[in-house]
């Protein structure tokens, strides 16, 4: 061992010349490196390599250490001019901190803004400490949260077993209801010399977002207060429960904290005690206006483990149901977006209203309407039932373009839209990449970065259509960037429903439910209606997932939502957080 | 012109509000007449006007694969469960709310069949793969959705009793998953037919049997007999020929072609 990293010293890494010594190992998936040289050789990458666009990070509990994972993309060098240049394999980048007791490791805030949040995540659900982070606290999770639910040793209040299924519900089925589980015997834990009567609630420090100094000098000669309003988490203009910690002077705001997780149930730790297909139903709930995509991304990220080939009608069929989820996501983006400007649940109604017929095709082929829970390793559930393909023809031929139409109508050229619309929420390409935002957003900014033509996956690089770009990078070119969206998913749909070939719609051989996995990781990423939608799957060749995480687009979007919403009014942040088109299942997860 | 956008877009709802109306009068029969019933709502571009459904007196005409929470089925004729408490449809379930009991016998043996069932549909959600994966097309998704009840316990703890339906429901709600099944069925029932024949065939006929033996009818044609005839002692015992017909191989014998 010693005498290989030996040999691999100098030479051999890479980048070494440039951090000497940054890099410890060249691993099969990825770049070890060490925790001290971190951040020297991320502000390399990004400024010499240009690896601009920190896509995601995660950690990983293994037995000898813990592991963060940084995946690194370049997307700056894409331009509107060239909007299908492909981009490489993400690099990987690892940084193992053996000491889990204390680990800690500089933060990349400073490098790449977007790791604001995950990192946050890391360390909320990990406990990895980010030196020099600006708000290291818990996100998902309450500040008085005790233990790291996502290591390996931390079990959950009713805990029964380490991995499904368990064993009490065959043969003798000895069944105990949750209720009858008292929680303070020996699943729960507390910590050392916990003592009720001694607890207080904590103290929640938010960043100093009372003191931001005012640089857009608002106010003028009025006296104004500083206030501190929280909005939510019952508010109508949150699309969930989700509170934004808002910093007001006057009605300009000056400081905004993004407050999230009341929907929080750790879906990456029940993922990682389900069996491998049990996730299927469970990847439904992240985001359930677009569980065909959330499916999509879990099953690619499986089938890259495993090596599984879904046949072509599969593909067609997967593609299909995609982009179909697509426009009902947009539609829905796009009524509500009206919703919280005040044109109460007319166009959120009439999104509605069309969703109601693709969720109809999706009951018709997969038996439920939200959560469809459709799609297998190798393949789709069941074939399409008779007729379904025309019925979807009918509806993409004869329905939509129409739809579409009363839409531009209704919306698109309606002046008080625009004018409360544009300008708002501007971010630059350079600050979307920076903040690592996804899909609509960032595309809006006029990033032309689209998973599909960038690393297609699938079948996607069979069809033929456009990347939707504005430059603007205000709210109204979101709202544009999706309603183009939608043509270009409709021009899919069309290619796919005419070329969708007969055949089987599983790899030949008898369904198995016990998915074998080779141990090993993957990261499956589809481009669903909200962004980079991933899943980052490590198996250790046992039946259910050693490490199981989800890259969010929504959540991971929402760390840009101060930067927008500084010097606006708090009626536009409402608009801000409606353009972001947050879900709050995936955001909490 | 400031203001053309938003009198186009109230034009847009105009018509709307409009086409609601006119859609309702131009509907023959109209769909208030002679009480409520179903409505199907599957084609699309057809789509006109008003979607609301005004449940529960109108009903949408429900999808055959729709599913809510499985039901078991018994055979119609004989009244006898096809469920042999294998346990798939429990190790199989994501949120575990299936719990089997397996039965036995009064020496204590256990039989092929469950002495109790229980699903708590409060937690199961709805996933179908319990079905998806019954070998013996046991275990169903039911269309009836209507379930609410005033408490968890024990109303929304289904126990064997609750959970049985006949093959007739079942064929009832998927006649197309029904009429595959049985089609299915037949098939493996007229190959069995088949091999059986091949196999009394060889006795009957003894000239015969070396050819036949060799290549219609591999030695392990009772081996493909679905597992659903299979008892448990029929499978210990199956077991115990298996590991018998191991060792034999491990020694050159010619007794492989019977």
């Given at each position: 061992m010693a005498d290989t990293i030996l040999q691999t010293t100098t030479s051999e890494l890479p980048f070494a010349d440039a951090?000497?010594?940054?890099?410890l190992e060249q691993a099969k998936t990825g770049l070890v490196i060490a925790a001290d040289k971190l951040r020297e050789l991320a502000t390399y990458l990004r400024e010499q390599?240009?690896?601009?666009?920190?896509s995601m990070v995660t950690s990983v509990d293994w037995p000898q250490y813990l592991e963060v994972v940084y995946y690194l993309y370049r997307v700056g060098t894409l331009s509107p001019d060239h909007p299908v240049t492909l981009s490489p394999d993400p690099l990987v980048l690892r940084v193992r901190l053996p000491d889990k007791a204390n680990p800690e490791l500089p933060s990349l805030y400073s490098v790449w803004p977007g790791a604001d949040l995950q990192e946050r995540e890391v360390y909320d659900m990990m406990g990895i400490r980010f030196t020099d982070h600006p708000n290291l606290r818990r996100i998902l999770l309450w500040d008085g949260f005790e233990g790291w639910p996502l290591r390996k040793d931390y079990k959950e209040s009713?805990?029964?077993?380490?991995?499904?299924?368990?064993?009490?519900?065959?043969?003798?089925?000895k069944h105990l209801w949750a209720e009858d589980r008292v929680p303070w015997k020996d699943n729960t834990t507390y910590p050392v010399g916990w003592d009720p009567d001694l607890w207080t609630s904590p103290q929640v420090q938010y960043r100093k977002i009372m003191q931001v100094d005012d640089g857009n000098g608002h106010g003028g000669e009025f006296k104004t207060d500083r206030v501190l309003v929280n909005m939510g988490p019952q508010h109508p203009s949150t699309h969930g429960v989700f509170r934004m910690v808002v910093a007001v002077d006057g009605e300009n705001v000056v400081g905004l904290e993004p407050e999230i997780g009341y929907l929080h149930r750790c879906h990456e730790k029940i993922g990682e005690r389900n069996t491998y297909i049990m996730n299927i139903p469970f990847t439904d709930r992240l985001d359930y206006i677009a569980s065909m995509s959330n499916n999509f991304g879990y099953v690619l990220a499986v089938e890259k483990l495993t090596g599984i080939q879904a046949p072509e009608r599969a593909e067609y069929i997967r593609v299909i149901m995609a982009e179909l989820t697509r426009i009902v996501s947009h539609f829905i983006a796009v009524g509500f977006l009206f919703n919280d400007l005040g044109a109460y649940f007319t166009p959120a109604l009439y999104g509605l209203r069309e969703r109601e017929l693709m969720l109809d095709l999706f009951e018709a082929a997969a038996?439920?309407?939200?959560?469809?829970?459709?799609?297998?390793?190798?393949?789709?559930?069941?074939?399409?039932?008779?007729?379904w393909v025309e019925r979807a023809k009918d509806l993409v031929w004869n329905r939509l373009p129409r739809v579409m139409e009363n839409f531009e109508n209704l919306m698109a050229g309606n002046e008080i839209f625009e004018t409360r619309c544009r300008g708002v929420g501007v971010l630059t390409a350079q600050e979307a990449i920076a903040y690592s935002m996804a899909g609509p957003m960032l595309r809006a900014s006029g990033v032309p970065y689209d998973l599909r033509k960038a690393r297609p996956y699938s079948i996607y690089d069979r069809f033929e259509f456009d990347v939707c770009t504005r430059p603007e990078g205000d709210v109204w070119a979101r709202f544009r960037v999706r309603m183009d969206e939608v043509y270009q998913s409709i021009r899919i749909l069309k290619q796919a429903l005419d070329g969708i070939p007969a055949g089987p719609v599983m790899p030949p051989g008898k369904k198995q439910y016990q998915v074998r996995v080779p141990a090993g990781e993957a990261y499956g990423a589809v481009e669903g209606p909200k962004g980079e939608l991933g899943f980052y799957v490590v198996s250790d060749g046992k039946p259910n997932p050693y490490r199981y995480h989800v890259r969010a687009p929504t959540f991971i979007n929402l760390t840009s939502l101060e930067k927008m919403c500084i010097g606006h009014k708090i009626a536009d942040s409402v608009v801000i957080l409606g353009a972001i088109d947050i879900v709050l299942g995936e955001v909490d997860r | 012109m400031f203001g053309s956008g938003v009198l186009k877009g109230l034009g847009v709802t105009l018509k709307e509000f409009v086409s609601t109306y006119v859609d309702d009068i131009k509907k023959i029969p109209s769909r208030y007449a002679g009480g409520r019933h179903e409505l199907d709502q599957s084609s699309a571009s057809a789509q006109t006007g008003?979607?609301?459904?005004?449940?529960p007196e109108e009903r949408r005409k429900l999808a055959e694969r729709f599913r809510y929470v499985p039901v078991l089925i018994y055979d119609a004729g004989t009244g006898e469960d096809r469920c042999t408490a294998c346990g798939i449809c429990a190790k199989v379930c994501p949120p575990q709310c299936i719990w089997i009991v397996r039965a036995k016998d009064e020496r204590g043996k256990p039989m092929t069949k469950p002495a109790e069932f229980h699903i708590d549909t409060s937690i199961c959600m709805n996933c179908g793969l319990c079905a998806e994966f019954c070998p013996f097309d046991a275990i169903k998704m039911d269309h009836d959705f209507e379930i609410a009840a005033y408490q968890r316990m024990p109303s929304l703890l289904f126990d064997l009793e609750k959970l049985r339906v006949p093959t007739t429901y079942y064929a009832r709600i998927r006649p197309t998953d029904w009429a595959d099944e049985e089609a299915a069925r037949e098939a493996e029932k007229a190959e069995k037919a088949a091999k059986a024949a091949a196999k009394a065939a060889p006795a009957a006929r003894p000239v015969a049997s070396a050819a036949i033996g060799d290549t219609a009818a591999p030695p392990a044609t009772a081996a493909l007999?679905?597992?659903?005839?299979?008892t448990p002692e029929e499978i210990e015992r199956r077991k115990a020929a298996a590991a018998a017909k191991r060792a034999a191989k491990a020694e050159p014998s010619d007794t492989e072609s019977r």
């Open positions: 951090v000497p010594g940054a890099i390599q240009g690896y601009d666009y920190l009713y805990h029964e077993e380490d991995a499904k299924p368990f064993k009490s519900r065959h043969p003798d089925g038996g439920s309407r939200m959560m469809c829970n459709y799609l297998r390793f190798g393949g789709v559930f069941a074939d399409l039932p008779a007729g | 008003l979607f609301t459904v005004q449940y007999a679905p597992r659903a005839a299979l």
